[in-house]
Nanobody
């Protein structure tokens, strides 16, 4: 099982980034997918989640209207489009696949929002 995130980097406040997470080794289309983030000295927090079919999604309050989660089951990939980025969005972003008692995590990708 592998989840590989990409797309992180350094961006100025107000900028945008699109994160990708490519999954392998499990039936991607049967799993709900989520993005989490962890800032230095803070606990890991849920950013957004999307159902296995992509028909429903949820966001943490501070991300609503700025972030969009989506998935392409044909490509085994989940995305996180991040707009209007703020310095407080700086964190390592992780994707997670979950189904019942099963959960898989990626290694994370660093996002730094700084002028």
């Amino acid at each position: 099982v592998q989840l590989v995130e990409s797309g992180g980097g350094v961006v100025q406040p107000g900028g945008s980034l699109r994160l990708s997470c490519v999954a392998s080794g499990f039936t991607f289309s049967s799993y709900g997918m989520s993005w989490y983030r962890q800032a230095p000295g803070k606990e890991r927090e849920l950013v957004a989640s999307i159902s296995s079919t992509g028909g429903s999604s949820n966001y943490a309050d501070s991300m609503k209207g700025r972030f969009t989660i989506s998935r392409d089951n044909a490509k085994n990939t989940v995305y996180l489009q991040m707009n209007s980025l703020k310095p407080e969005d700086t964190a390592v972003y992780y994707c997670k696949g979950s189904r019942g008692a099963y959960a898989y995590w990626g290694q994370g990708t660093q996002v730094t929002v700084s002028s």
